[in-house]
């Protein structure tokens, strides 16, 4: 059992011996590697950034009008709740309202001599 133990604590060592090299050599690349890459950014900014304006456009020039109309539908979607919200309380007041011109309307007309 004890033999076990210390293998395990062998393969431990093994792996923090293994990541601390391979910390040392990516920090090493990093450092040796940086000029290129700040040399390379400086020369490719130009490039990225009208790749990023070309793809941008592209992008709009596809999605926009999907865009357009989902906004267009949120609208009337939007108008059509507004109204809904105002009409709906009104409703039992217009019933009345029809109620009482039905009844005054059904009564017959009179027979008065028209000037």
């Not at 210390?6 to 431990?12: F, H, K």
């Not at 890459?37 to 793809?55: D, Q, S, W």
């Not at 979607?77 to 709906?88: D, N, P, R």
Request: with cysteine; aromatic share 6%; charged share 5%.
């Amino acid at each position: 059992m004890i033999e076990l133990a210390l293998l395990a604590v062998a393969a431990v060592a093994v792996c923090a011996v293994v990541m601390l090299m391979m910390a040392v050599l990516k920090m090493a690349l990093w450092l040796v590697l940086l000029p290129v890459r700040l040399l390379l950014y400086v020369i490719l900014l130009p490039l990225l950034l009208l790749l990023k304006l070309a793809f941008g456009g592209l992008v709009l020039l596809v999605v926009g009008p999907v865009l357009a109309i989902a906004l267009f539908a949120a609208l009337v979607a939007g108008l059509v709740a507004l109204a809904a919200t105002l009409i709906v309380p009104v409703l039992p007041l217009l019933f009345i309202v029809f109620v009482v011109w039905v009844i005054l309307r059904s009564k017959p007309t009179s027979t008065a001599i028209a000037r």
